[in-house]
């Protein structure tokens, strides 16, 4: 009897004992179980990196989906279609015009000159203003410069009678996204009530595109592509209308891979890109450059006597083009402190490409400030102070065939008598 309560008492006390020894393994595997989930999980995210999604992710898929088809949709009433980009000038002066080629160059021109902005409004909507007002500073051509605020205005008027009232509101960053278009849109208002010759607002398209995209949910990939896209869609369109080809050719072309690529280059050429250097780019050849540039102009990085010309030629990048001793300093400050990025000033007048971030001081050097010309056009008050008038003049030279149509307006800022590159 003694003998069987003792043996009862051993298996009460060894049985909690292999209880815990089971839960101890099992708490094992589970960790086990959990670091080869991770793992999986960890690998599968490389090998399939997420998309940026935007910071206001109160949206459903659904609605951002919904909005950036809406963005896309060339229906949507912006009137894009009244402006050309210059293709009626490139095929008036080409025979036979090469769209494709025409399409690529205006592409990057377009991208380079407004994509930065685009991408600020998307990324800080409470610069909106500020960005409004870099933009029209550094666009010199009126035309562009109407399309730009035409465009713009109507994306806002848009944004006021549609867009607004089917946008859930939830969050304190969206709200205060809203209220800065909200008080853009009355600054707006106030500046066409107004009889001052500088409005405080312009509202350009790129940075309302970017700011209204934003709010909708739509993502900044999507974005930015989509608002290339619309570029090229505006194009076909003005080709169709002057006959170039015909609307399923506009299909055809628009469904392409190079269109596709070239969106996609442009888009991650500049992605990166600040306002500050975003600038106006035009096509040119050396040869084009060699009936241009005077061969008084030496390669100061390069042997003596040695034309710009004859360096355009050999292809040789990265180098500081000098010309004569009148070239602002800061013109070669700039150069300095962004290697790799191209900056090219050409004679009487004849800009190839300035960065937006040395229009304003370098118009102010040549007398364009305040106290400038302020009546008729930068390309006028040119011609007048240099003496290039007339059909033979060399402005209407860069808008015969040679330089595909693009007039002296047509480019951002001016500069007198250099070329400079920082690569």
Request: glycine share 8%.
């Given at each position: 009897?003694?003998?069987?309560?003792?043996?009862?008492?051993?298996?009460?006390?060894?049985?909690?004992?292999?209880?815990?020894?089971?839960?101890?393994?099992?708490?094992?595997?589970?960790?086990?179980?959990?670091?080869?989930?991770?793992?999986?999980t960890d690998a599968a995210?490389?090998?399939?990196?997420?998309?940026?999604?935007?910071?206001?992710?109160?949206?459903?898929?659904?609605?951002?989906?919904?909005?950036?088809?809406?963005?896309?949709?060339?229906?949507?009433?912006?009137?894009?279609?009244?402006?050309?980009?210059?293709?009626?000038?490139?095929?008036?002066?080409?025979?036979?015009?090469?769209?494709?080629?025409?399409?690529?160059?205006?592409?990057?021109?377009?991208?380079?000159?407004?994509?930065?902005?685009?991408?600020?409004?998307?990324?800080?909507?409470?610069?909106?203003?500020?960005?409004?007002?870099?933009?029209?500073?550094?666009?010199?051509?009126?035309?562009?410069?109407?399309?730009?605020?035409?465009?713009?205005?109507?994306?806002?008027?848009?944004?006021?009678?549609?867009?607004?009232?089917?946008?859930?509101?939830?969050?304190?960053?969206?709200?205060?996204?809203?209220?800065?278009?909200?008080?853009?849109?009355?600054?707006?208002?106030?500046?066409?009530?107004?009889?001052?010759?500088?409005?405080?607002?312009?509202?350009?398209?790129?940075?309302?595109?970017?700011?209204?995209?934003?709010?909708?949910?739509?993502?900044?990939?999507?974005?930015?592509?989509?608002?290339?896209?619309?570029?090229?869609?505006?194009?076909?369109?003005?080709?169709?209308?002057?006959?170039?080809?015909?609307?399923?050719?506009?299909?055809?072309?628009?469904?392409?891979?190079?269109?596709?690529?070239?969106?996609?280059?442009v888009i991650t050429a500049?992605?990166?890109?600040?306002?500050?250097?975003?600038?106006?780019?035009?096509?040119?050849?050396?040869?084009?450059?060699?009936?241009?540039?005077?061969?008084?102009?030496?390669?100061?990085?390069?042997?003596?006597?040695?034309?710009?010309?004859?360096?355009?030629?050999?292809?040789?990048?990265?180098?500081?083009?000098?010309?004569?001793?009148?070239?602002?300093?800061?013109?070669?400050?700039?150069?300095?402190?962004?290697?790799?990025?191209?900056?090219?000033?050409?004679?009487?007048?004849?800009?190839?490409?300035?960065?937006?971030?040395?229009?304003?001081?370098?118009?102010?050097?040549?007398?364009?400030?305040?106290?400038?010309?302020?009546?008729?056009?930068?390309?006028?008050?040119?011609?007048?102070?240099?003496?290039?008038?007339?059909?033979?003049?060399?402005?209407?030279?860069?808008?015969?065939?040679?330089?595909?149509?693009?007039?002296?307006?047509?480019?951002?800022?001016?500069?007198?008598?250099?070329?400079?590159?920082?690569?």
């Amino acid at each position: 009897m003694a003998d069987s309560s003792v043996s009862s008492v051993r298996s009460e006390a060894v049985q909690p004992q292999l209880i815990e020894d089971e839960i101890a393994e099992l708490k094992r595997k589970l960790e086990d179980a959990q670091e080869r989930l991770n793992a999986v999980t960890d690998a599968a995210s490389r090998a399939f990196p997420s998309q940026p999604t935007v910071s206001n992710n109160v949206h459903h898929a659904a609605t951002s989906s919904h909005f950036l088809l809406l963005l896309a949709d060339s229906a949507l009433p912006l009137g894009s279609f009244a402006f050309s980009s210059g293709l009626e000038s490139y095929i008036a002066h080409n025979r036979p015009p090469s769209f494709t080629k025409f399409m690529t160059l205006s592409l990057s021109s377009h991208a380079s000159a407004t994509l930065p902005f685009v991408l600020a409004g998307y990324r800080n909507p409470e610069r909106l203003l500020e960005l409004d007002d870099a933009l029209d500073g550094a666009i010199m051509c009126t035309v562009g410069r109407r399309a730009s605020v035409a465009q713009g205005r109507a994306l806002l008027s848009i944004w006021d009678r549609a867009f607004s009232s089917a946008i859930p509101m939830s969050t304190d960053a969206e709200e205060g996204t809203l209220k800065v278009l909200k008080n853009f849109s009355a600054l707006l208002r106030s500046a066409n009530a107004s009889t001052d010759d500088l409005p405080p607002a312009s509202a350009h398209l790129a940075p309302l595109f970017g700011v209204i995209a934003r709010i909708t949910g739509v993502g900044e990939q999507e974005m930015a592509y989509v608002y290339m896209l619309s570029h090229v869609k505006a194009l076909l369109s003005a080709a169709v209308r002057a006959s170039v080809f015909g609307p399923y050719q506009a299909q055809k072309l628009l469904a392409s891979r190079e269109v596709q690529e070239g969106i996609e280059g442009v888009i991650t050429a500049h992605w990166g890109r600040r306002t500050e250097d975003a600038g106006q780019t035009v096509p040119f050849q050396a040869k084009v450059l060699a009936g241009l540039i005077p061969y008084g102009f030496t390669v100061k990085s390069a042997t003596q006597g040695q034309t710009l010309t004859s360096k355009v030629d050999a292809h040789h990048g990265h180098k500081l083009y000098n010309c004569y001793r009148d070239v602002p300093p800061f013109i070669f400050d700039w150069m300095r402190a962004h290697p790799g990025q191209a900056v090219f000033y050409v004679v009487n007048g004849i800009l190839v490409f300035t960065p937006a971030a040395l229009t304003g001081p370098l118009l102010t050097s040549m007398g364009w400030g305040a106290s400038g010309p302020v009546a008729g056009s930068v390309a006028a008050s040119l011609q007048t102070m240099l003496g290039n008038v007339g059909a033979g003049s060399i402005f209407a030279y860069l808008q015969s065939a040679a330089m595909g149509g693009y007039g002296v307006a047509a480019v951002n800022g001016v500069a007198q008598a250099c070329v400079g590159s920082a690569g």
